[in-house]
């Protein structure tokens, strides 16, 4: 049994508009569905992604206006790792990051590639990494002005830190089916060990980064942090045959939940990290159509009778400024 890489990752936001500029103005992803939180119909759930909506290129937020600030710690997932094209890709970013006023910390390393660190208006931890030109799924969305060749090109990973690292390395063995492919000096100063863990051979969009941080308080989630980051399964099956292998170990999950654009079964791997493993379709495209994909509101069957209720309590997003 095995995962195929990363299918999304969900984070939070406090402010949805200004979020809204910076992952489709300035990152240039493609605002692919704004729909809400099927848990939470009075927060928006928006997805940027490339210009199919591929799985494997979609960032997504939950709007909680009420939270915090994301307060940085262990046992979270703690950065995520986007792939660009070549160096002239990152030279491209550091110079349009340093016009935009986007904070980040020049181009560096991570993990063996060249790559940049930087964060979103609200303090989230990302990155850049140079993916050497490595082969991607989807369509690359051009706009904001960003040539195609210096474009986003989906997720390369994402870094979880823990309190204790062989508890999840055993998990993600014997359980999850990642391979561990390699251990790296930290790039942040530290002495810390960067453990990298592989999924379906590895490489970019199918790895996951693992430090041990020992004594350091735990995060505490809030708008600019990860709630939680999703894995792809190809079909309704292979998510059956995951329900009953965590079954068997004795994981607790949500079991199938039906998110209309995907079917999700989530667990928690520790008090503070979640885990969901997503399949590939239906897909963004099931109520819109390809081109017209982010401009309405989108809701599912189950919630279209409570559309002019759910419309009423959300307020309005500035859309002005996006690419169509």
Not at 93 to 104: I, L, S
Not at 184 to 190: E, I, L, N
């Amino acid at each position: 049994m095995q995962l195929h890489g990363i299918h999304h990752v969900t984070a939070v936001t406090a402010k949805a508009s200004l979020n809204l500029d910076f992952y489709t103005r300035v990152l240039g992803l493609r605002l692919v569905k704004k729909s809400v939180n099927q848990d939470d119909v009075s927060a928006y759930h928006l997805f940027y992604a490339d210009k199919l909506g591929s799985p494997g290129t979609d960032m997504t937020f939950f709007d909680w206006p009420m939270t915090a600030a994301n307060r940085r710690g262990t046992d979270s997932i703690s950065n995520t790792l986007f792939r660009v094209n070549g160096t002239e890709a990152l030279e491209f970013w550091r110079a349009r990051f340093d016009e935009q006023g986007v904070k980040h910390q020049g181009i560096g390393s991570f993990a063996g590639h060249s790559a940049i660190h930087f964060e979103d208006p609200e303090g989230q931890q990302l990155t850049l990494v140079d993916d050497e030109g490595a082969p991607i799924e989807g369509e690359l969305w051009e706009a904001a002005g960003i040539p195609l060749e210096y474009a986003i090109r989906g997720f390369y990973g994402v870094m979880l830190s823990v309190p204790q690292l062989e508890p999840i390395a055993q998990l993600f063995t014997l359980l999850l089916g990642f391979e561990e492919m390699a251990r790296v000096p930290s790039t942040d100063g530290s002495q810390k060990e960067v453990v990298v863990f592989g999924m379906d051979g590895g490489g970019p969009g199918k790895e996951v980064f693992v430090v041990e941080e020992r004594g350091v308080m735990p995060a505490r989630l809030g708008h600019g942090g990860v709630h939680h980051v999703a894995f792809r399964l190809k079909d309704d099956a292979e998510q059956q045959a995951w329900l009953t292998r965590l079954a068997q170990v004795g994981v607790r999950t949500s079991g199938q939940v039906d998110r209309y654009y995907f079917k999700s079964v989530y667990f928690r791997i520790s008090n503070g990290i979640l885990f969901e493993l997503a399949t590939d379709g239906p897909g963004f495209a099931t109520d819109e159509s390809l081109e017209t994909l982010g401009e309405r509101l989108a809701l599912p069957p189950f919630l279209e009778p409570q559309r002019a209720q759910i419309e009423a309590g959300l307020k309005p997003l500035d859309t002005a400024h996006i690419s169509r």
